[in-house]
């Protein structure tokens, strides 16, 4: 006889697959294996079932109920699945008691059900209490059958409290899964709003660029990998570029501060388009940017600070009946052996405002870099 379906699992999307609960059949068989659960099991079950079960199911879950209705949970019970369908459920499972242990269908099911009872948001206690109120009903029934035969009840008695074991076992973890799951979504949950968090926290809100602080961190960073493992010659080089907005007072003055975001907004989308995937950009202030470039030479950072200040000049902002021009001064510098990031940034600024002085719109080197390629001594 096939095990019947538990009813109050018909109308939900439980399905019986005990793969879902991560049991394979190599762990169902590890699982017997470490309760002591054999072929000969089997056919005790069987004799079980044809001594009290089969012809006593009903008596027993009627007589288990009394004492399971004394259990607060129970209303939960009666509320959230009915009375009628869990005894039913109940009676359906002794009737065929202990019948293909073996099989992943009977884990399945058992899994299901405990799930069933996690959404049902019956307490764990309750569904192991029914097991063990089964398990001391059959041991009475069997005791009673088998007062005479010690030989006989001993081996059926071992039977059921291994059945229970397994029972008690897979409803654990049937309760288990959906709990793990729910704690799985809440994690989930909150690495996104931690990460929205920080995104928030890091990113300049007018430009969407780098915050400042955390431009200044990730430059110490790559200065440290930068420096790190050289002998004062051999360091990885790492460039920075100063950016300064040209004559951005007026832009202000001409078209209003609004229009002066509007501005810096564009200036950054033209930082962005012209630099390398693995640039970073930041708004150091007010209208200056900074770009880190690591492991780039000198010779290199000139050539991405000339593309990003013609990116700019040759893209003025369209807004409304204006066309505004803007132009960008550079100053770039290249990390020497043991600098810091104040020196560096120093000496980059240094070199935008000489660009400034040199008529803007242009691209100036620090002088003091050395030889590209290398960090140079100080
Ligand atoms: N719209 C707007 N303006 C800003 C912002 N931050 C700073 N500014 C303005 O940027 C302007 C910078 O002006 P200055 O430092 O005189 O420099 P400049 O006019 O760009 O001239 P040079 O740098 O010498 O070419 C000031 O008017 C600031 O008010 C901002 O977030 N939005």
């Not at 076992?169 to 994690?187: F, N, T, V």
């Amino acid at each position: 006889m096939n095990a019947p379906r538990a009813p109050y699992l018909m109308n939900t999307d439980t399905t019986f697959d005990c793969a879902a609960f991560g049991f394979d059949s190599a762990r169902i068989r590890e699982t017997l294996s470490i309760l002591g659960l054999q072929a000969e099991h089997a056919k005790l079950a069987e004799r079980i079932r044809r001594e009290t079960t089969g012809g006593e199911a009903k008596a027993m879950v009627h007589s288990c109920c009394i004492a399971l209705a004394r259990d607060r949970g129970f209303a939960l019970i009666e509320r959230n699945i009915g009375i009628e369908c869990f005894t039913q459920t109940w009676t359906l499972h002794l009737q065929c008691y202990g019948q293909d242990f073996d099989t992943p269908k009977y884990f399945g099911e058992r899994l299901a059900i405990a799930a069933a009872f996690v959404r049902a948001k019956i307490p764990q206690g309750l569904l192991q209490l029914q097991h063990s109120l089964t398990q001391q009903t059959l041991i009475n029934n069997l005791s009673v059958k088998f007062a005479d035969d010690t030989a006989t009840l001993g081996p059926l008695i071992d039977c059921v409290v291994k059945l229970t074991s397994l029972n008690v076992y897979l409803s654990a973890e049937g309760y288990h899964l959906p709990q793990i799951d729910e704690l799985r979504k809440a994690l989930t949950k909150l690495r996104k709003e931690t990460s929205h968090w920080h995104q928030e926290a890091s990113t300049d809100q007018l430009t969407g660029l780098m915050r400042y602080n955390t431009l200044m961190e990730a430059l110490d960073h790559h200065i440290d990998i930068a420096h790190r493992g050289h002998d004062g010659r051999s360091g990885k080089p790492l460039c920075v570029a100063m950016i300064d907005l040209d004559f951005f007072k007026k832009i202000n003055d001409t078209y209003g501060h609004v229009v002066g975001d509007f501005v810096l907004k564009h200036v950054a989308g033209r930082l962005q388009a012209a630099v390398r995937d693995f640039d970073m950009i930041g708004r150091f202030g007010g209208e200056e940017f900074v770009i880190i470039m690591t492991n780039t030479p000198l010779e290199l950072a000139e050539v991405i600070a000339e593309r990003v200040r013609k990116g700019v000049m040759d893209t003025p902002l369209h807004l409304k009946e204006f066309s505004i021009p803007i132009t960008i001064s550079v100053g770039v510098a290249m990390l020497r052996s043991g600098e810091r990031k104040e020196a560096l940034i120093e000496r980059a600024d240094k070199a935008m405002y000489e660009a400034k002085n040199a008529g803007r719109n242009r691209v100036m080197l620090a002088k003091d870099t050395g030889d590209s390629g290398t960090l140079p001594e100080l």
